[in-house]
């Protein structure tokens, strides 16, 4: 196949957004010019406050909007999404994040002739902060654990045969969850160093005391997943410390507040164990962090 002529048969776009229209326009304008005309773009609208207040069909792309009479949250509608699209490569992107340099094409090829593949992650800039938030460590393609919400290539079928994102943990941790659950499978996350998204991070639409609060309480819970059973215990012992001291220092209760709540949880959601041996925990622990 030549992907030139054919890549809308192997990839489509699925962006969720909620209230944050400013954004999007943005990111829908950075993805015509990069002449992604002929992929399928669904975007899913999370019960924003008013509908999409400017005209899609001015940017000449293949563009699918549904907008929802009750918001479900940002994970719900990805897993949506996932279901939605009928490619077999599903390219997640924020509302408020887009490519801008080199060729999807590349990557696409990649995963392609990589059998074992769950996801791509890719360097993530912000250019409003003028840093990197997620930055190449090689020049040529790598493992890594997980990967970054904001602008991921996802093996869809894989994705959905995993049973999705788990929709418990309502915000935040969800790629960090499932990429455990995919390498418990055999399947892996690779850095593509070639491919450059950019995250302008609006903080419109943004509940800081919510991300604190879920960031805290689904560490708890991705630690009693799997973490070992002979190492869960001290893991948890840290990372109830580093979030005692990150509270006292930036004076944030949610923080706190969310790491009582996944403690309070953890019977609840003892289902979802699959504990790591220690030996693919150590694994799992080598590579970089997406």
């Known amino acids: 196949m030549h992907l030139n002529n054919n890549l809308s048969e192997l990839v489509s776009i699925g962006i969720a957004t909620k209230n944050r229209w400013q954004d999007l326009e943005i990111t829908l304008t950075k993805i015509a010019q990069k002449n992604f005309k002929a992929l399928e ?25 549904k907008r929802f009479a009750v918001s479900l949250g940002y994970i719900a509608r990805r897993n949506q999404l996932a279901k939605a699209i009928r490619t077999k490569y ?5 509302d408020d994040s887009y490519p801008v340099g080199a060729s999807l094409i590349a990557a696409v090829e990649f995963a392609e002739n990589c059998s074992d593949l769950f996801c791509l992650s890719f360097p993530i800039y912000n250019p409003t902060r003028n840093k990197y938030e997620n930055s190449s460590s090689k020049q040529e393609p790598y493992q890594v654990r997980s990967f970054i919400g904001c602008g991921h290539l996802l093996h869809r079928e ?4 995993l049973g999705g994102y788990r929709e418990e943990l309502v915000h935040q941790g969800e790629e960090m969850e499932i990429a455990a659950r995919a390498f418990q499978d055999n399947l892996y996350c690779y850095h593509f160093p070639s491919f450059l998204v950019h995250h302008t991070a609006s903080n419109e639409g943004r509940n800081w005391w919510r991300m604190d609060f879920y960031g805290s309480r689904n560490i708890v819970l991705w630690n009693d997943w799997f973490v070992p059973q002979k190492l ?3 893991k948890q012992i840290r990372t109830l410390i580093s979030r005692l001291i990150l509270s006292c220092r930036v004076f944030r209760p949610g923080l706190i507040q969310g790491e009582y709540i ?3 949880e953890i019977y609840k959601y003892k289902k979802y164990r699959q504990n790591m041996s220690i030996q693919n925990y150590q694994r799992w622990r080598n590579f970089r962090s997406s």
């Open 232 to 234: 869960k215990l001290i």
């Open 262 to 264: 996944g403690l309070k």
């Open 41 to 65: 773009i669904i975007i899913y609208d999370d019960f924003s406050t008013y509908p999409c207040p400017f005209d899609l069909e001015k940017f000449n792309l293949n563009i699918k909007i």
């Open 158 to 161: 894989r994705f959905l045969q």
């Open 90 to 94: 599903y390219f997640s992107l924020d």
